[in-house]
């Protein structure tokens, strides 16, 4: 099953209106998921603590996040699924656009096999 | 990060103990043990001068990012552009004081080229970039526009 972590630069509101949607997909933005813990730690350990449960992450960060994905997937090692948004299609400030594009996403793409998937939304 | 063209030779006295510290910080990052306390010197340097500044490790090297927050700076200043410059809008968006907003924005003054780099670099890894680092990468673009 399909469920959203929202990385930092995502404002934790756009979880909040997810959430309120109506959906069953679980939302979660990194400020609030467990506990914050994750909030100023390594992007690899946020990475295995997500597939361990099994969490996509939402991010705009395309410099940091793909050649840890690359190395991993050299390795053989799994991850619970990535969505790069594309900035210059979905700006971080329209926060209206991110919601209805992810909405979409938990609609049409749920059923999907995430494990490993990466994902551009522009 | 260290890219100045002019430099000057400072000789420093260290304890036997952390000289050997150093050379293998050096080994680790592939530096020279002038280079590793050259980027040590200045990371400390730039962390003395500005509030709320930290440095880390990434898959692509050190990154200069805003304490208790997982954001490199440039990401923090690639939002308040979202935001038109709006610092306030920036920080409501991040749930943050606006302080620390304001601080990477004072750090990208000082060091634009180092910012304005790390966007474009991340802005230029565009989705064929993306599926030759991950070929499995799939585009979902929304049936319906998701702006206006």
């Known amino acids: 099953m399909l469920k959203l972590l929202l990385n930092e630069e995502i404002s934790p509101s756009v979880a909040r209106i997810l959430r309120r949607g109506g959906s069953e997909i679980p939302v979660a933005a990194l400020v609030e998921w467990e506990d914050g813990n994750f909030v100023g730690k390594d992007t690899v350990d946020l990475l295995r603590e997500a597939a361990d449960q099994e969490w996509t992450l939402v991010t705009y960060d395309r410099l940091k996040i793909p050649p840890t994905l690359k190395t991993w997937a050299e390795e053989e090692c799994l991850h619970g699924g990535v969505i790069f948004v594309d900035e210059e299609k979905i700006p971080l400030a329209e926060t209206g656009a991110l919601i209805a594009a992810l909405s979409r996403v938990c609609r049409e793409a749920e059923s999907w096999e995430w494990t490993n998937c990466a994902l551009w939304l522009g | ?148």
């Open chain 2, 1 to 148: 990060m260290v890219k100045e063209t002019s430099s000057m030779v400072v000789s420093m006295r260290l304890p036997m103990e952390s000289a050997k510290r150093l050379r293998r910080l050096a080994n680790r990052y592939g530096w020279t043990p002038s280079d590793a306390s050259a980027r040590l010197v200045e990371e400390g340097l730039r962390r003395t001068e500005f509030a709320f500044i930290d440095f880390r490790d990434t898959a692509v090297g050190r990154q200069v990012c805003i304490q208790a927050s997982s954001l490199s700076v440039w990401e923090v200043i690639q939002l308040v552009r979202s935001y038109k410059g709006d610092v306030a809008a920036a920080a409501k968006h991040l749930g943050w004081p606006q302080v620390k907003v304001q601080a990477a924005v004072h750090y990208a003054e000082v060091y634009p080229q180092e910012i304005n780099e790390a966007i474009a670099d991340n802005q230029a890894t565009d989705v064929a970039t993306l599926r030759n680092l991950l070929p499995q990468t799939v585009e979902f673009v929304p049936k319906k526009p998701v702006r206006g």
